[in-house]
């Protein structure tokens, strides 16, 4: 099955400082990657939408320049948070999929804590 | 009214029950039905996919679509603690695949 990858798996950072979180497609090349946002007991909220070498496709109310994605292959791509605060913290985790699939594979999702 | 419900639960079952998680939409367009179950602190993991009407059984687990109800299932037979999870249901319309519209997700509890 596709397997999708994320690193880290969790990260504790102080306030201001800026996170990185990577997401990797294992087995397939992922045209499009997914970056979701679920607090406690909640679904998943879908932040932006990225297909390989072009600009990510934000979600309405999500700040495009506090949440740097780019997707520079059909491997990989990355979330950056800048300047964190503790209301970022929250479990990030992203989705791949390819051209001939119909669904999305996920991540085991990054914690990420903001002091 | 949002495009997917799912109640939240928690459901709580003794072991070897069957199971069933249930999700209602409103969007007729919707054609592709996704379930994922996620433990804690862990991503969403892929159940069933089924498109269309119909049913889909995979081992244990049996997918459910009732297009003219808007109406998805999923059933869990002789279910296990290994189970206890929370499951999500998804779904994405022709032509949209990579619009997912999510249910809260149901917590279940398999209790030994």
Redesign the interface.
Known sequence: ?AV?S?HPSWVICKSGTSVKIECRSLDFQAT?M?WYRQFP????M?MA?SNEGSKATYEQGVEKDKFLINHASLTLSTLTVTSAHPEDSS?Y?C?A?DYS?????????T?LTVL | QKEVEQD?GPLSVPEGAIVSLNCTYSNSAFQ?F?W?RQYS??????LM?T?SSGNKEDGRFTAQVDKSSKYISLFIRDSQPSDSATY?CAM?ALGN??K?Y????T?LNVKP
């Open positions: 099955g999708v994320q499009t997914f007991k909640q679904s998943l879908l939408t479990f985790i989705s999929s699939e119909d669904t999305q594979y996920f991540g085991p999702g914690r | 939240p592709y996704m994922y602190r862990k991503g969403p993991e892929l996919y498109y999500l994405s695949f990579n997912f999510f249910g809260s997700g917590k």
